[in-house]
């Protein structure tokens, strides 16, 4: 019997820092039966032939084309399913507005669950095809429609952390879109946990529960108090949306007069597994809050352009070693793409580093390095989406799950500008990562498991 599941030969690239990307070039990935790489052989090894030999007739063999290239799978830390219905619309309206008027009856039709199957399918089936291969989603306050999200996961081959959602506070949510009250959010959690916990136990690449307050807002404290002890009694993730625009980092200020980072951290809500999205405005303190207890950031950049009302200083929260990951926060967010928020990220940092008033001198414009480089933003959406979520995912090492996607740089009609001038493999990287587009993405692995192929 052969000691690996799979053998793939190709030339990849993973984070081997922040700052600095590992080419390795026409290297063999040994992967085991669980999906896990077991080993990496570098051509100089002199294992590589041995191994070439033994399985290069095989079906376990793949050899990855001239022209194509492995880059880890992308780990999305803020999506909400049942938005997709309504992405790259509603755009127009500040956060609060946008919450009533399109996005808490959009997520209401999701007691339906025939519906939520229909849709969970398409939003799983689009993120995978977009190099996706873990997402840490929001679902609805419906506990059932939650676990079809996940089910869905599970089938489809994702890594799905999913949360059922919590809104409990009826002066701060809509009659039509609300828990019945604390008890039944609690105890609706409570199950959604235990069923998905159990779901996951059959699932090779794992789906898991996540206890998600919506935010502060719209819940009373009696829940969130409880949703913190419902975390630490099962020991689960946790995500909630943190200090994301003025609205929301000023209704906290006023509800316990401390921002949301010390409030969520009081309610037992900021632990090892907690990602929370945006954090736009949290000082230097709350930052520190995140970095003491291991919570970690889902950075948003294309969502934040339209509501969060301020750039995220992400450089300066690196540097104060916050785990930070990309979300694509779907549909405040329009993209299903982590390509379009990696590359966004870059964008809004360089714009947070130069300033954006040109009537202002150039001394005083901006913030003096906020900047983060291409290489930064992908150890984001990679290695720092594994961190935040404490899983081994993210990075093409040993002992991380086989979660890959294969780019084409030849495909037909989205051809990548390669010529020879192109000796170094790192600007074909560079180009990659700003140029790809889904139809690049010829496959994609799970755990392991082929989930997707054009
Ligand atoms: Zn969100």
Same mark, same amino acid.
């Given at each position: 019997?052969?000691?690996?599941?799979?053998?793939?030969?190709?030339?990849?690239?993973?984070?081997?820092?922040?700052?600095?990307?590992? /080419?390795?070039?026409?290297?063999?990935?040994?992967?085991?039966?669980?999906?896990?790489?077991?080993?990496?052989?570098?051509?100089?090894?002199?294992?590589?032939?041995?191994?070439?030999?033994?399985?290069?007739?095989?079906?376990?063999?793949?050899?990855?084309?001239?022209?194509?290239?492995? &880059?880890?799978?992308?780990?999305?830390?803020?999506?909400? %399913?049942?938005?997709?219905?309504?992405?790259?619309?509603?755009?127009?309206?500040?956060?609060? @507005?946008?919450?009533?008027?399109?996005?808490?009856?959009?997520?209401?039709?999701?007691?339906? /669950?025939?519906?939520?199957?229909?849709?969970?399918?398409?939003?799983?089936?689009?993120?995978?095809?977009?190099?996706?291969?873990?997402? &840490?989603?929001? #679902?609805?306050?419906?506990?059932?429609?939650?676990?079809?999200?996940?089910?869905?996961?599970?089938?489809?081959?994702?890594?799905?952390?999913?949360?059922?959602?919590?809104?409990?506070?009826?002066?701060?949510?809509?009659?039509?879109?609300?828990?019945?009250?604390?008890?039944?959010?609690?105890?609706?959690?409570?199950?959604?946990?235990?069923?998905?916990?159990?779901?996951?136990?059959?699932?090779?690449?794992?789906?898991?529960? /996540?206890?998600?307050?919506?935010?502060?807002?719209?819940?009373?404290?009696?829940?969130?108090?409880?949703?913190?002890?419902?975390?630490?009694?099962?020991? +689960?993730?946790?995500?909630?949306?943190?200090?994301?625009?003025?609205?929301?980092?000023?209704?906290?200020?006023?509800?316990?007069?401390?921002?949301?980072?010390?409030?969520?951290?009081?309610?037992?809500? &900021?632990?090892?597994?907690?990602?929370?999205?945006?954090?736009?405005?949290? +000082?230097?303190?709350?930052?520190?809050?995140?970095? @003491?207890?291991?919570?970690?950031?889902?950075?948003?950049? /294309?969502?934040? %352009?339209?509501?969060?009302?301020?750039?995220?200083?992400?450089?300066?929260?690196? %540097?104060?070693?916050?785990?930070?990951?990309?979300?694509?926060?779907?549909?405040?967010?329009?993209?299903?793409?982590?390509?379009?928020?990696?590359?966004?990220?870059?964008?809004?940092?360089?714009?947070?580093?130069?300033?954006?008033?040109?009537?202002?001198? #150039?001394?005083?414009?901006?913030?003096?390095?906020?900047?983060?480089?291409?290489?930064?933003?992908?150890?984001?959406?990679?290695?720092?989406?594994?961190?935040?979520?404490?899983?081994?995912?993210?990075?093409?090492?040993?002992?991380?799950?086989?979660?890959?996607?294969?780019?084409? +740089?030849?495909?037909?009609?989205?051809?990548?500008?390669?010529?020879?001038?192109?000796?170094?493999?790192?600007?074909?990287?560079?180009?990659?990562?700003?140029?790809?587009?889904?139809?690049?993405?010829?496959?994609?692995?799970?755990?392991?498991?082929?989930?997707?192929?054009?």
């Amino acid at each position: 019997m052969n000691t690996y599941a799979q053998v793939f030969q190709g030339t990849a690239f993973t984070s081997q820092s922040p700052k600095e990307i590992k /080419v390795l070039k026409d290297h063999l990935f040994c992967i085991d039966e669980n999906g896990v790489i077991a080993k990496i052989l570098a051509p100089i090894d002199i294992a590589y032939n041995d191994v070439l030999k033994e399985y290069e007739n095989t079906d376990a063999f793949h050899r990855i084309n001239e022209g194509t290239y492995i &880059l880890p799978g992308f780990i999305d830390l803020h999506v909400h %399913a049942p938005q997709w219905i309504q992405a790259g619309t509603a755009l127009d309206i500040p956060l609060n @507005d946008w919450l009533n008027t399109y996005t808490f009856p959009t997520e209401a039709k999701f007691a339906d /669950v025939d519906f939520a199957t229909k849709v969970y399918a398409d939003v799983v089936d689009t993120l995978l095809a977009n190099g996706t291969t873990t997402a &840490l989603y929001f #679902a609805t306050i419906h506990k059932e429609a939650s676990i079809v999200l996940a089910k869905t996961c599970a089938e489809k081959g994702q890594r799905g952390l999913v949360g059922k959602v919590v809104m409990d506070d009826p002066e701060q949510t809509p009659s039509f879109y609300k828990d019945a009250d604390t008890k039944t959010a609690l105890a609706d959690t409570e199950e959604f946990i235990v069923a998905v916990k159990e779901l996951g136990k059959s699932t090779k690449q794992g789906v898991y529960p /996540v206890v998600t307050p919506r935010f502060i807002p719209s819940c009373t404290d009696e829940a969130l108090r409880g949703l913190g002890e419902l975390a630490k009694k099962y020991d +689960t993730h946790i995500q909630s949306h943190c200090s994301e625009s003025d609205w929301a980092h000023g209704y906290v200020q006023e509800r316990f007069g401390k921002n949301d980072a010390q409030a969520l951290n009081d309610f037992g809500l &900021l632990q090892d597994k907690s990602v929370m999205a945006h954090s736009n405005f949290l +000082t230097d303190e709350d930052a520190q809050l995140f970095a @003491d207890t291991g919570s970690a950031i889902a950075h948003c950049p /294309v969502s934040n %352009a339209y509501f969060a009302n301020s750039v995220i200083p992400i450089a300066r929260f690196m %540097a104060m070693g916050v785990e930070i990951g990309l979300g694509s926060d779907i549909s405040g967010g329009f993209s299903p793409s982590l390509y379009d928020n990696t590359r966004q990220a870059v964008i809004s940092s360089r714009m947070l580093e130069d300033g954006v008033d040109s009537s202002l001198p #150039a001394t005083t414009r901006g913030v003096p390095n906020s900047r983060i480089t291409l290489n930064e933003a992908f150890y984001l959406v990679t290695a720092g989406g594994g961190e935040s979520l404490s899983l081994p995912i993210g990075r093409l090492e040993v002992g991380f799950a086989w979660d890959a996607q294969m780019i084409d +740089t030849r495909t037909a009609n989205a051809r990548l500008p390669i010529y020879e001038v192109d000796k170094k493999e790192i600007d074909i990287f560079e180009k990659i990562i700003y140029l790809a587009r889904p139809e690049n993405i010829r496959e994609v692995w799970v755990q392991g498991e082929k989930v997707h192929t054009r």
